[in-house]
């Protein structure tokens, strides 16, 4: 009999972590990894959306360099601007952060919600990581994914009722 009891407890335990990995569609060993230095695709562009404050996160104009460091609960951007851009950053702001750390939620099997810390972090839906912008003017999130080996950064914005609008930046990994 103890040893039926076992075979109970861990096939509902199998059952609990499988329905845990199956709600998130991707289980946390098939994440894209964005790790590694990363360079614009299209350098004209990045310059344009650079300048124009709409690329907030992965910004780093048409030179510069992004370096991700990623862990199964961080996910760590690190800005490289040239001196040009930086310069231009300073004399506008007097400072600026070129690196910024993101929690990621890793669903805990078995352990309730999220908790109220939870829409502020970094969360997977698919193979995409999204961050949710706070303290934005209009509701916006960040969406990190890879196609075809390049790394798609793409700013989605709610503008107002019915509008919306997708602003994607590309880069690929730099040498």
């Known amino acids: 009999m103890p040893r039926l009891r076992w075979v109970v407890i861990a096939a509902i335990v199998a059952i609990g972590a499988t329905h845990g990995a199956a709600a998130q569609g991707v289980s946390s060993t098939q994440r894209p990894s964005f790790a590694g230095t990363w360079a614009p695709s299209e350098p004209g562009r990045s310059e344009v959306l650079f300048s124009n404050g709409l690329s907030a996160v992965a910004g780093v104009g048409g030179q510069g360099r992004l370096l991700i460091e990623q862990r199964p609960d961080r996910?760590?951007?690190?800005?490289?601007?040239?001196?040009?851009?930086?310069?231009?950053?300073?004399?506008?702001k007097g400072r600026f952060d070129t690196t910024t750390v993101y929690r990621i939620v890793v669903p805990q099997v078995g352990?309730?919600?999220?908790?109220?810390?939870?829409?502020?972090?970094?969360?997977?839906?698919?193979?995409?990581?999204?961050?949710?912008?706070?303290?934005?003017?209009?509701?916006?999130?960040?969406?990190?994914?890879?196609?075809?080996?390049?790394?798609?950064?793409?700013?989605?914005?709610?503008?107002?009722?019915?509008?919306?609008?997708?602003?994607?930046?590309?880069?690929?990994?730099?040498?």
């Open 111 to 175: 352990r309730g919600g999220l908790g109220a810390g939870g829409d502020t972090s970094a969360s997977w839906q698919g193979d995409r990581l999204i961050l949710p912008m706070l303290g934005a003017a209009q509701p916006t999130t960040v969406a990190f994914s890879l196609e075809e080996g390049r790394l798609k950064v793409d700013m989605h914005k709610v503008l107002g009722p019915g509008k919306e609008n997708n602003t994607p930046e590309w880069f690929t990994k730099a040498k």
């Open 75 to 92: 996910l760590i951007l690190t800005r490289q601007l040239s001196d040009d851009t930086l310069d231009t950053m300073l004399n506008f």
